[in-house]
């Protein structure tokens, strides 16, 4: 059960419907999905905070959240109230304008749960008048918008065998989609469809296929029953082919292979979903046999544009493995991948679009130096897409790691990895937000970080792109050139995705750090539109 903290006076609620969802490009004072509209850009065109103006941008508010771990949330805006999630499924309401709290909920939650890489929660999904939340002991849950009351909670899954929610879901019609993690537990992965009035479930689709499935035959024995590949990041959707595209994780155990012989069918691909029945479509496997960690759990970009001189459908996907990746998504053909970071656990990518790799197996003596780390050239974090510039802005990692691999015996419950990975001595971590032409993967621009970065990229018409560091900077670039225009030192370290919305015709920029949740606007009077 959850607990109703606080309330307060709020503004006015409006009711978020599927049509609201399907144009929300055409309310960019809001802020509706996860990643802003169905095709994953995370574009504004917003355009009041400009290259002009961007140096006297100013904090506006700030709202602690009460917990401290890693704040990954990206709020949600509807007409002037911002929902958020925090680590711990700590959840709330908040004033747009002011930050000013509305309600608190915070879920109850097991003294001890077997839960990978952090306590964190993505963020909400709405419709009508419900916000919907996938929690960390693998329940999906419906909170009342004006008083964060709880609607309906079912649950997925035990979540003492190591399954566990940390995504922000996606509304599609009438349904709430969620995807499962645990990929280091030996869970089989799914992905989930529930009813947003009621909560029932209306379809599961596993991402490991049972004997007699397409895909079986890619498990040697019984691996399949601790295969993995969990999908741990919220999806894109096409509502003209009405179709999911959801990415999915590594198999188990992570970097030993040899008991899990074959492409280890659906670990690391992306995967098109019948958004009705969650019947498959098609797939492409970005690193079939996956022994490096290389999830493909980032967030797929759809745009329709022209490949050689054809209109097509296109997926683009910035991929864990140093790959830059474009398909066709009405067929799931590959079109390009070009490497955009460090790689050397690959050869090259073959014309099939299949990935030639160093080793079929890790060597089971002694270390092996590979690039990328386990951690991967990119991560969950989202890359953004600018149409005016016609630019992906993709945050990579670079660092290598020395990879170990054993044999490990499956416990329910525990972590079951096979593998470690080190960085490599003398070896300091750097990133940078690269500019890529998604016609070509050409990069057109890059801008380094001193550390490794854990923050996604926000880009707006107003020829910006903001991204963070690990150091704690909230940064605006020139999205045409890359140069830094602006920076605030938020005080602690930036593991999410700036998001942005206006209120009363000021444009807010807004980005957790630490425990806080930070708000940027123009001074008043310097608040008139480009």
């Known amino acids: 059960m959850g607990l109703l903290l606080a309330c307060v006076t709020a503004p006015a609620f409006s009711q978020v419907t599927f049509d609201r969802l399907l144009k929300a490009t055409e309310e960019p004072q809001n802020w509706l999905t996860y990643s802003g509209n169905y095709a994953g850009w995370r574009y504004s065109t917003l355009d009041q905070i400009n290259v002009s103006n961007i140096g006297k941008l100013q904090a506006q508010w700030v709202f602690q959240s009460g917990v401290q771990g890693l704040f990954e949330t990206t709020p949600l805006v509807v007409d002037g109230v911002l929902y958020g999630t925090g680590p711990e499924d700590v959840a709330f309401a908040v004033d747009a304008r002011t930050g000013k709290a509305i309600w608190r909920y915070k879920r109850a939650l097991p003294e001890k749960m077997t839960i990978c890489c952090g306590h964190v929660n993505r963020g909400f999904a709405i419709l009508g008048s419900k916000v919907f939340m996938a929690t960390l002991d693998a329940h999906v849950i419906a909170l009342?918008?004006?008083?964060?009351?709880?609607?309906?909670?079912?649950?997925?899954?035990?979540?003492?065998?190591?399954?566990?929610?940390?995504?922000?879901?996606?509304?599609?019609?009438?349904?709430?989609?969620?995807?499962?993690?645990?990929?280091e537990y030996g869970i089989r992965g799914f992905i989930d469809a529930y009813d947003a009035n009621t909560g029932k479930r209306v379809w599961r689709h596993y991402t490991v296929p049972i004997p007699g499935e397409p895909g079986a035959e890619t498990w040697s024995g019984n691996s399949w029953k601790t295969g993995g590949a969990p999908a741990w990041i919220t999806g894109s959707y096409d509502p003209e082919l009405n179709l999911l595209y959801w990415p999915t994780g590594n198999p188990s155990p992570d970097l030993y292979g040899r008991e899990r012989q074959g492409d280890n069918l659906f670990s690391d691909c992306m995967l098109a979903l019948d958004a009705d029945t969650g019947k498959l479509k098609w797939y492409f496997q970005f690193t079939p046999h996956d022994v490096y960690d290389y999830d493909a759990t980032e967030v797929p970009i759809l745009l329709d544009a022209e490949w050689n001189g054809q209109p097509r459908k296109l997926l683009i996907h910035a991929n864990r493995n140093g790959f830059f990746y474009v398909l066709d998504r009405a067929s799931g053909q590959f079109l390009l991948a070009k490497q955009y970071a460090k790689v050397t656990w690959a050869k090259g990518i073959n014309a099939a679009g299949r990935p030639i790799p160093q080793f079929q197996d890790l060597p089971l003596s002694g270390t092996t130096?590979?690039?990328?780390?386990?951690?991967?050239?990119?991560?969950?974090?989202?890359?953004?897409?600018?149409?005016?510039?016609?630019?992906?802005?993709?945050?990579?990692?670079?660092?290598?790691?020395?990879?170990?691999?054993?044999?490990?015996?499956?416990?329910?419950?525990?972590?079951?990895?096979?593998?470690?990975?080190?960085?490599?001595?003398d070896e300091k971590d750097w990133g940078a937000v690269r500019a890529l032409d998604p016609h070509t993967g050409d990069l057109k621009w890059e801008f380094k970080f001193f550390s490794g970065p854990w923050a996604g990229t926000l880009s707006t018409a107003g020829g910006l792109v903001f991204t963070g560091d690990i150091d704690g900077n909230l940064i605006a670039l020139d999205a045409r050139s890359g140069e830094h225009l602006w920076h605030f030192q938020t005080g602690a370290a930036i593991n999410s995705v700036p998001m942005t919305y206006s209120v009363d015709g000021k444009e807010y920029i807004v980005i957790p750090a630490g425990g806080a949740l930070f708000a940027f606007g123009l001074p008043e009077g310097d608040t008139q539109g480009h």
């Open 144 to 183: 009342d918008t004006k008083t964060g009351n709880l609607v309906w909670d079912v649950e997925a899954a035990d979540p003492s065998k190591g399954y566990s929610f940390t995504l922000a879901p996606l509304v599609v019609k009438d349904k709430v989609v969620v995807g499962v993690s645990g990929g």
């Open 369 to 425: 130096n590979l690039c990328p780390s386990v951690l991967g050239s990119t991560n969950w974090f989202s890359p953004s897409y600018n149409p005016q510039t016609g630019w992906v802005y993709v945050s990579a990692f670079e660092r290598c790691e020395s990879f170990t691999s054993w044999p490990q015996p499956y416990e329910e419950g525990h972590r079951f990895i096979g593998s470690t990975g080190n960085k490599l001595k």
